[in-house]
């Protein structure tokens, strides 16, 4: 494989990492999701709020938890966009720094790991929040 052409792959797969990682608590709402039936988006949840019967210090908890999520994973989604900011710079440049490269994409990496560890963090506390009641509304809603 020449270099161009592992260069252009590489940057379809961190222009693709890139996209994933922009979606805000994306980890649980895919149809084909993993943790589907066992972690539940917030979403889901306050769009079943009524059926639920979220008690108000519910509703705040989870709440704050959504807003200190979306607080933290904007600082990262910044350094995801710097780091991709820099590889685009590297890949205009003739040769290109491969090191460069790999070292901006390690960063970007490192900065989308940290963004699904905050949203995993979340959806664990969200569960955490409900009472088992409402978790068995939750699933069965989620397996329609």
Not at 24 to 46: E, H, R
Not at 132 to 141: D, M, S
Request: proline fraction near 2%; charge should be negative.
């Amino acid at each position: 494989m020449n270099q161009g052409h592992m260069v252009s792959r590489l940057f379809f797969t961190l222009m693709a990492c890139f996209a994933m990682a922009m979606a805000t608590v994306a980890v649980a709402q895919n149809k084909d999701d993993v943790f589907k039936g066992k972690l539940f988006p917030p979403n889901v949840i306050l769009e079943n709020q009524a059926e639920l019967d979220l008690s108000k210090e519910q509703f705040t908890k989870i709440r704050a938890a959504v807003v200190e999520v979306q607080a933290n994973v904007a600082e990262y989604e910044w350094d995801m966009r710097e780091a991709y900011l820099k590889i685009m710079e590297e890949l205009d440049k003739t040769p290109i720094d491969e090191d460069s490269v790999i070292e901006h994409a390690g960063a970007a990496l490192l900065a989308e790991n940290q963004v699904k560890k905050q949203q995993m963090a979340m959806l664990v506390r969200l569960k955490n929040l409900l009472t088992n009641e409402q978790i068995a509304i939750l699933e069965a809603i989620e397996n329609k």
